[in-house]
């Protein structure tokens, strides 16, 4: 994957690492290190552990130096376990080495065998950290957040050239779906292409020759919110921000229109889950209610399941309490005239498909709640545009709107914030999805999920 990208995850676990590390350390004093311990037939009280919590300063960044050092952050994701428990093996013993020295020259009053324990601590705590990240990265979840799809544009040698690398590097985690030879095909087959397939990137691989197709290519992805991935030329672009990276050792150009791997968007998907798991601890007793009232009062199923388009248009199952009668989809046609949205979005104030339970669901926002198991299947976000469904999607008359589609989909958003359906013009609608893509930070959700309480506490704008 890119360099980018590859460097985060990085990060990430040395964190991880970093902080067991000291985790270790921590259970290694209040273990081994008693009250009290027999010296010369004497007992001798043994220091408070804020006395050596000095060691941290240095375990907590020697550890991923050392696993580093040890080729740890090298090795494959899906590397054998012998593999993985070598370069722990040969980091831990460094790391117990190295606590015996500090505890030597700084003559601390600590066990020494204390630092055999610590490194067998850390040995023992970073496997289970290890298996259980195996588990989680073979899981269908984690399969299918990791897998990205692609279509690849070029001439037939080189789109078979690194299609071919791409089955050997990376098979598991890259699919092309689609491959577009400049020779045969014109480019302007290429947004049908990302209609179809519901791509997260495209991959330009096409000689200097073909400079009008490739930045005819590079548009169409910008309208719609993909990225294109250019492999060594360059190009003007009006939207995407363009950054160099390598793939797999080659150098290319990544043009896009959203936020790139960054701490913030990790920090994004962890807020992302704990905060829905959070939510939905504190507002069971509320769903359960809530499934209750509609059981009781409408005859149908709880949850209202629907298709929506999610990352790139690829389509997901939606949930939400239902609030409307059980045929209101066959209805829906019936009212078409009554529509007060402009575009392809339908939208009424009194719509008489809404039981009345499902009114006062509506108006507090409560009907959105089942969204958060959406949110910790890694569907949706927190924060982002409202997912559509495939059919409204389709019926776009402006390619441009599809870069609404080029981040997750959000309980909440600009729109939700700005007086919900009182906003009734659909460009109106995008624009402030695009102006949410545009100016994206960790700051930005805070702000909007801050605003976004009082908004469904009042039922503003609600329909």
Same mark, same amino acid.
């Given at each position: 994957?890119?360099?980018?990208?590859? &460097?985060?995850?990085? %990060? #990430?676990?040395?964190?991880?690492?970093?902080?067991?590390?000291?985790?270790?350390?921590? @259970?290694?004093?209040?273990?081994?290190?008693?009250?009290?311990?027999?010296? %010369?037939?004497?007992?001798?009280?043994?220091?408070?552990?804020?006395? /050596?919590?000095?060691?941290?300063?240095?375990?907590?960044?020697?550890? !991923?130096?050392?696993?580093?050092? %040890?080729?740890?952050?090298?090795?494959?994701?899906?590397?054998?376990?012998?593999?993985?428990?070598?370069?722990? +093996?040969?980091?831990?013993?460094?790391?117990?080495?190295?606590?015996?020295?500090?505890?030597?020259?700084?003559?601390?009053? /600590?066990?020494?065998?204390?630092?055999?324990?610590?490194?067998?601590?850390?040995? #023992?705590?970073?496997?289970?950290?290890?298996?259980?990240?195996?588990?989680?990265?073979? *899981?269908?979840?984690?399969?299918?957040?990791?897998?990205?799809?692609?279509?690849?544009?070029?001439?037939?040698?080189?789109?078979?050239?690194?299609?071919?690398?791409?089955?050997?590097?990376?098979?598991?985690?890259?699919?092309?779906?689609?491959?577009?030879?400049?020779?045969?095909?014109?480019?302007?087959?290429?947004?049908?292409?990302?209609?179809?397939?519901?791509?997260?990137?495209?991959?330009?691989?096409?000689?200097?020759?073909? +400079?009008?197709?490739? =930045?005819?290519?590079?548009?169409?992805?910008?309208? =719609?919110? #993909?990225?294109?991935?250019?492999?060594?030329?360059?190009?003007?672009?009006?939207?995407?921000?363009?950054?160099?990276?390598?793939?797999?050792?080659?150098?290319?150009?990544?043009?896009?229109?959203?936020?790139?791997?960054?701490? %913030?968007?990790?920090?994004? &998907?962890?807020?992302?889950?704990?905060?829905?798991?959070?939510?939905?601890?504190?507002?069971?007793?509320?769903?359960?209610?809530?499934?209750?009232?509609?059981?009781?009062?409408?005859?149908? !199923?709880?949850?209202?399941?629907?298709?929506?388009?999610?990352?790139?248009?690829? !389509?997901?199952?939606?949930?939400? /309490?239902?609030?409307?009668?059980?045929?209101?989809?066959?209805?829906?046609?019936?009212?078409?005239?009554?529509?007060?949205?402009?575009? !392809?979005?339908?939208?009424?104030?009194?719509?008489?498909?809404?039981?009345?339970?499902?009114?006062?669901?509506?108006?507090?926002? @409560?009907?959105?709640?089942?969204?958060? +198991?959406?949110?910790?299947?890694?569907?949706?976000?927190?924060?982002?545009?409202?997912?559509?469904?495939?059919?409204?999607?389709?019926?776009?008359?402006?390619?441009?709107?599809?870069?609404?589609?080029? #981040?997750?989909?959000?309980?909440?958003?600009?729109?939700?914030?700005?007086?919900?359906?009182?906003?009734?013009?659909?460009?109106?609608?995008?624009?402030?999805?695009? =102006?949410?893509?545009?100016?994206? *930070?960790?700051?930005?959700?805070?702000?909007?999920?801050?605003?976004?309480?009082?908004?469904?506490?009042?039922?503003?704008?609600?329909?």
């Amino acid at each position: 994957m890119l360099r980018r990208d590859r &460097q985060v995850r990085m %990060q #990430v676990h040395q964190l991880v690492d970093a902080c067991i590390f000291a985790f270790s350390f921590w @259970i290694t004093y209040h273990v081994r290190a008693h009250p009290l311990v027999v010296e %010369q037939f004497q007992l001798v009280s043994i220091p408070a552990f804020k006395d /050596f919590a000095w060691l941290l300063v240095v375990i907590i960044p020697a550890a !991923p130096l050392v696993l580093e050092a %040890q080729g740890f952050y090298d090795r494959p994701i899906a590397c054998s376990r012998l593999q993985t428990m070598w370069s722990l +093996f040969k980091s831990c013993i460094i790391m117990g080495i190295g606590l015996i020295l500090l505890l030597f020259l700084g003559k601390a009053a /600590f066990s020494r065998i204390a630092a055999v324990w610590f490194g067998i601590t850390c040995f #023992v705590l970073m496997i289970l950290k290890e298996e259980i990240l195996r588990v989680v990265y073979y *899981s269908q979840i984690a399969r299918a957040q990791r897998k990205r799809y692609f279509v690849l544009v070029g001439t037939e040698d080189e789109t078979a050239k690194m299609r071919q690398e791409l089955r050997g590097k990376a098979a598991e985690d890259i699919a092309v779906l689609a491959e577009l030879n400049l020779n045969d095909t014109p480019i302007e087959k290429l947004s049908g292409l990302l209609h179809e397939h519901s791509v997260n990137g495209v991959i330009i691989n096409a000689k200097h020759s073909y +400079f009008e197709q490739i =930045e005819a290519a590079i548009r169409a992805c910008e309208l =719609e919110g #993909v990225e294109a991935w250019l492999v060594a030329d360059f190009f003007k672009t009006q939207i995407s921000r363009t950054t160099f990276d390598d793939f797999f050792g080659r150098p290319i150009m990544v043009f896009r229109t959203t936020p790139e791997a960054s701490w %913030q968007s990790v920090s994004k &998907q962890l807020i992302d889950f704990f905060g829905a798991v959070i939510l939905l601890l504190l507002t069971s007793w509320l769903l359960a209610a809530v499934a209750l009232a509609i059981r009781l009062t409408s005859p149908g !199923p709880i949850l209202f399941r629907q298709q929506r388009s999610g990352l790139n248009g690829r !389509p997901f199952t939606i949930y939400k /309490f239902r609030t409307m009668v059980t045929d209101a989809e066959q209805r829906k046609h019936e009212l078409a005239a009554m529509n007060e949205m402009s575009g !392809p979005v339908f939208k009424m104030t009194h719509d008489p498909r809404i039981t009345p339970v499902g009114r006062i669901l509506r108006k507090f926002s @409560i009907d959105e709640l089942p969204q958060l +198991f959406n949110i910790i299947r890694g569907e949706m976000s927190l924060v982002g545009p409202r997912p559509l469904p495939v059919d409204e999607v389709k019926r776009f008359n402006d390619f441009a709107h599809r870069r609404r589609l080029s #981040v997750k989909p959000g309980l909440t958003c600009l729109w939700q914030i700005s007086g919900r359906n009182q906003v009734t013009d659909f460009n109106d609608w995008v624009r402030l999805d695009l =102006e949410y893509i545009d100016n994206w *930070s960790i700051w930005l959700d805070l702000r909007i999920l801050f605003r976004t309480v009082p908004v469904v506490i009042a039922g503003t704008g609600a329909k």
